[in-house]
């Protein structure tokens, strides 16, 4: 017998009292969806089953308890830190759901700047850590867009990664340990060292997790020395894409590591660029960056390469620097983007792959152009390469619509999950991944066994062995 | 070197309306006759009217002694522009001022295009020399300051919104030097049909001696109207910076900055604004000003005197509540 | 009904909201700025001693963005009634407005032109405003020219008078909305110093956009702008206008002669506590109660 709302939110005040249970009704339903669905919070139109509470969990020991109970109980929790998620793994999709929410955990445990480490607690926002880092010359390396708002417990959850990856690695390659709390209420530390061999690196079980595991309490991630005063940055206009994944590809096989590379399509290019580049052109742009002699020999070898591609013109770097120095979200930014949506009922939405160097170009050809073709209302449909590695690359696929005919409710199924659609089954077929950094979310638990083939024996195994009453956010990275 | 203070004081289709705004207009330029005009010049105010029954109120109203009355339709523009000309000909007045508002710099601007000469508008303070009008204004949506230089007379100059002036005009004893009738006989002005639509409301805010202004950072509409429930409660005018405005969650009357409203009240509390340029402008005269904001390093929180690094609503709310403690208390 | 020529004039700026906070304290260094022997007459300050926003994107005025969308509704309402309406856009400047020329292009506007210059007009409203009418009356022929309060670089407010004057029309300022009337008039709502109002003009007129609640421009589909590839705003010179620019520059009634870097910097006293209470009741009793009590 499913639990009452009632009954719930009883319980839930049984263990954490009745101030930190949220049953405000404007707060569940703004709760139910995440930005996947964010056209219900902007519209104030609603369809997704409204939560039963929200509930602040402010230590790990009240984790583990409310982790238990709902075990117990079979109540489906949807743990969650920052709420900046895309991919609507913070939605609740079943009845009576509860929100576990962790961002009042947010002290900063330990500084450690000998032995480069940080340690906070769940709810740390990315920028705060970062701010008080940098106090000390030092950086956490990680800067996602979402850095202003975004806390550390979900960009853990999600496997997310910054604008400088390419020289610092995504998230993986920075936690160095962590706690996570699983639905029997066990409290799991994995301790701070540099490399283990000790049997499966079993981090790699909480990182990515998406809340359909364990709830992460706490983190610990390197530290690296900050050099600012070495960033160089440098900039092309090109007329091809093919030729600027090839420059990519020479620059990341040629061992420099820029901590930013990325190259622009035309129609992406126009929304940042176009007060220097031609509305035919695609953008190529790297930042290199740390100690003196290795920002310049970056820099300059990044030169060399580029210099051997006629194709490409080079623009004044201070083009370049200006951007970037404009590029993270902010609070007015948000409010006002909702609101030009609001006028204009035009959404942009992005879908990020990866795949190898030999298949990076065809997916984006042929998923923009059936997009273009099979999708109506698109008013703009191109994307953008910002992650490299040795053996491939990343599509940021970026692109609006305006909402025509349908309330914006309906989005989802008129033109976001169509789009998504078409661009999964060309990166599929071509033996890429289908979510690069974003998390699977709900949005493309869909694909979640042609994405993993095979190998979905071992994610269905690890779900059944942590979760068996099925009580972590479902329908996220599995579907319901 | 002549000044001639002008105040439109044609009907503005309200009742008590056209009083408030010639009121308005007056105080404005009174106050920046005594303290931004670096000139000890001779001068008079021109009253544009086009009831007969508010003559007397509005001569009251005029900052200088000398008085000269012109009667002309609501809204013609184009007409006063053309007698402002025509007395600039005559060498009644070298330096023409308008009050801070559209019917000022519409005025201002009108008149220099006719008559040849040079106009400034949002203009903080002003020099007279023998051959030039040297003036202050903000540019760059207030990130700079820029000196100009007018050479071409008349000089007609709009003033800044800032200057405003809270406390009783002096009494003067005013005189009548002419009135003159402008209006054409069966010549309409250029518009029908007024019709006003609401009480004027922004009309609390330049004035406002203490007030609460939200920004982003109050999070949602729902925020803002906690700020602006807790302004209320605490005796504040509220107010709110464009972001808050453009995204509707609080009406337009309510905006603060370049595009809205100058305010100079004894005490500001910003809440959840991180105090850009073009929104400071509108609280820059206040005496005190108190910032709410989780981000330490948004440019208020080094432009203010006092600063909160929390919550916008919850600490405002929180002051409401103080507040209201200690009146319950005496 | 006859068809209504109507025209929005639009300008694009710096993002100046981009440029960094050093930057604008090092603005205002121009020759005639402090220091320097002479008094400064000689050497007017200038578009140089502007801090260097080349490299900032540019971004529509709001204002006149708000004219743009308020175009096409007028535009809509127009047909709505059983008439019809050609809209034309036209910027002066250089080629950072063509983007925005071939967006409008694509949502529908008839005509598109540039005025090109590569004068920086910030402090020049007079010679923006010339070629404004010049292009309303000459070129263009427009019974209606709607553009920002703003308008024009450098944003002083005068533009849209200039405009009116120069072609004897009258001018409506602070409209908000716009409606049309099935005799050819115009309902108006605007924003006065004694609040909201409405009034009827009648064309040729000039409105000039306040803050109106519409603020963003719809967005063209991309088939939209297929249908309108093969056509290029038309690029025009002062000189086809009949205007002489650099006559008009030189007779330009105001001189920008010194900038000065803004210092807006208080005693930032940073009040002490764990929680909102906290903070709230420090703030009050160390300088909020004295302060509530002398207002």
């Known amino acids: 017998m499913p639990l009452t709302r009632e009954a719930i939110v009883e319980g839930l005040r049984g263990i954490v009292g009745p101030d930190d249970v949220v049953t405000d009704e404007r707060i569940l339903v703004e709760s139910s969806v995440d930005n996947f669905r964010k056209l219900q919070n902007i519209f104030d139109v609603h369809t997704m089953p409204v939560p039963a509470a929200v509930v602040m969990a402010r230590s790990t020991e009240r984790v583990a308890a409310l982790l238990r109970w709902a075990d117990e109980h079979g109540v489906n929790l949807i743990p969650r830190t920052g709420a900046t998620a895309t991919e609507g793994g913070l939605e609740s999709v079943v009845a009576d759901s509860v929100i576990i929410d962790g961002s009042a955990m947010n002290e900063i445990v330990k500084i450690d700047a000998y032995n480069m480490q940080a340690t906070c607690q769940c709810g740390v926002p990315l920028q705060v850590l970062e701010d008080r880092v940098r106090e000390l010359g030092l950086t956490t390396g990680h800067s996602p867009q979402s850095k202003p708002v975004a806390h550390m417990g979900g960009l853990v959850a999600t496997r997310s990664i910054g604008q400088f990856s390419t020289l610092y690695g995504g998230i993986e390659d920075m936690v160095v340990g962590l706690e996570a709390v699983f639905p029997g209420g066990q409290v799991t530390r994995i301790k701070n060292v540099p490399r283990r061999a000790a049997g499966p690196d079993i981090r790699h079980i909480v990182i990515g997790n998406e809340g359909a595991l364990c709830f992460i309490t706490e983190v610990t991630v390197k530290l690296f020395p900050y050099f600012p005063e070495n960033n160089t940055f440098l900039g092309w206009t090109l007329k091809d894409m093919a030729t600027g994944f090839a420059v990519l590809r020479d620059v990341m096989v040629n061992g420099y590591k820029p901590s930013v590379a990325r190259v622009y399509d035309p129609g992406d290019a126009g929304l940042h660029f176009s007060h220097f580049a031609a509305e035919d052109d695609c953008v190529l742009l790297f930042m290199a960056e740390g100690p003196a002699g290795i920002a310049k020999a970056t820099a300059d070898g990044i030169q060399a390469i580029v210099d051997k591609h006629p194709e490409c013109t080079q623009v004044p770097s201070e083009y370049i620097e200006t951007w970037f120095n404009d590029l993270c979200w902010d609070a007015s930014k948000i409010i006002a983007e909702d609101e030009r949506i609001r006028q204009t009922r035009n959404v942009n939405r992005t879908t990020e792959i990866s795949a190898d160097w030999g298949s990076i170009n065809d997916i984006y050809q042929a998923a923009k152009a059936r997009i273009i073709a099979e999708i109506p209302d698109i008013t703009m449909m191109g994307g953008h390469s910002s992650h490299s590695y040795i053996n491939g690359t990343n599509m940021y696929f970026n692109y609006f619509f305006n909402v025509v005919g349908v309330g914006p409710e309906e989005e989802t199924s008129k033109y976001y999950l169509p789009i998504i659609s078409i661009i999964c089954e060309e990166t599929l077929k071509r033996g890429g991944s289908i979510v690069h950094h974003h998390g699977m979310g709900k949005a493309r638990a869909p694909w979640v066994k042609d994405e993993y083939g095979s190998s979905y024996y071992v994610l269905e195994t690890l779900k059944h062995a942590f979760d068996p009453n099925g009580i972590m956010n479902k329908g996220t990275i599995i579907p319901l | ?330 | 009904m006859s068809a209504m020529r109507i025209l929005a004039y639009f300008g694009v700026t710096p993002d100046y909201e981009a440029l960094r906070e050093s930057e604008w304290s090092t603005a205002g260094r121009g020759p005639s700025s402090g220091g320097g022997e002479g008094d400064g007459r000689d050497e007017g300050a200038g578009p140089a001693d502007l801090p260097d926003t080349r490299y900032v994107r540019r971004i529509l005025d709001c204002f006149d963005e708000s004219a743009l969308e308020l175009a096409l509704r007028l535009l809509d309402a127009l047909v709505g009634l059983g008439g019809t309406a050609g809209l034309g856009a036209v910027s002066v400047g250089a080629a950072d407005a063509e983007p925005h020329l071939k967006t409008l292009l694509a949502l529908g506007f008839e005509r598109a032109a540039r005025v090109h210059t590569e004068a920086v007009l910030d402090f020049a409203p007079a010679a923006t405003a010339a070629l404004i009418a010049a292009y309303t009356q000459r070129i263009d022929r427009s019974d209606l020219l709607m553009l920002g309060a703003r308008s024009g670089p450098g944003g002083d407010g005068t533009v849209p008078f200039r405009v009116a004057d120069h072609l004897g029309w009258p001018c409506i300022t602070q409209a908000t909305e716009v409606e049309p009337l099935a005799d050819g008039r115009l309902r108006v709502t605007l924003m006065t110093d004694d609040g909201l109002q409405r009034l009827t003009a009648r064309t040729p007129c000039v409105l000039a956009i306040g803050n109106a609640v519409v603020s963003h421009l719809r967005v063209p589909t991309l088939t939209d702008r297929l249908a309108v590839r093969g056509r290029q705003p038309d690029i025009l010179e002062p000189a086809d206008l009949g205007v002489d620019l650099s006559e008009l520059l030189g007779r330009e009634t105001q001189t920008l002669t010194a900038l000065e870097s803004v210092d807006r910097r208080r005693e930032s006293i940073l009040v002490p506590g764990d929680t909102p209470r906290a903070k709230a009741q420090a703030l009050f009793d160390s300088r909020l109660k004295s302060l509530l009590e002398e207002l």
Not at chain 2, 144 to 167: H, K, N, V, Y
């Open chain 2, 1 to 330: 070197m002549r000044f001639a203070a002008v105040l439109d004081g044609t009907s503005t289709g309200s009742t008590d309306g056209t009083a408030t705004v010639v009121h308005r207009q007056s105080a404005a330029l009174g106050a920046f006759l005594r303290g931004g005009l670096d000139a000890r010049a001779p001068g008079e105010t021109l009253v544009f009217y086009d009831d007969e029954r508010e003559k007397d109120r509005l001569i009251e109203l005029a900052p200088t002694r000398d008085v000269r009355l012109v009667r002309t339709s609501a809204r013609a523009f184009e007409r006063m522009a053309a007698h402002l000309s025509t007395q600039a000909e005559g060498g009644q007045a070298d330096l023409f001022l308008f009050a801070p508002g559209p019917a000022g710099t519409e005025l201002a601007t009108r008149l220099a295009c006719r008559s040849g000469g040079g106009v400034l508008t949002d203009v903080v303070t002003a020099e007279a020399a023998p051959d030039r009008l040297s003036c202050r204004r903000y540019v760059c949506s207030g990130h700079l300051m820029g000196r100009f230089e007018l050479s071409a007379r008349p000089w007609c100059i709009g003033i800044d919104a800032g200057w405003t002036d809270a406390g009783e005009p002096e009494a003067i004893e005013h005189v009548v030097l002419s009135d003159t009738d402008d209006t054409v006989a069966g010549r309409p002005g250029p518009f029908e049909d007024p019709e006003v639509l609401e009480a004027p409301s922004t009309g609390d805010l330049a004035p406002s001696r203490f007030l609460v202004v939200a920004g982003s950072g109050a999070g949602s509409r729902a925020g803002v109207e906690r700020i602006a429930a807790a302004a209320r409660e605490m005796g504040a005018t509220f107010g709110v910076t464009r972001p808050v405005a453009m995204n509707a969650w609080a009406s337009m009357d309510r905006l603060i900055g370049v595009s809205g409203a100058r305010t100079a009240p004894s005490l500001c509390i910003v809440a959840g604004a991180s105090g850009a340029p073009a929104f400071y402008w509108g609280i820059e005269k206040a005496g005190v000003i108190v910032a709410v904001d989780l981000d330490e390093h948004a440019p208020i929180a080094r432009d203010a005197d006092l600063v909160l690094l929390d919550d916008a609503v919850a600490v405002v709310e929180e002051l409401a509540a103080i507040v209201a403690a200690e009146r319950e208390a005496r």
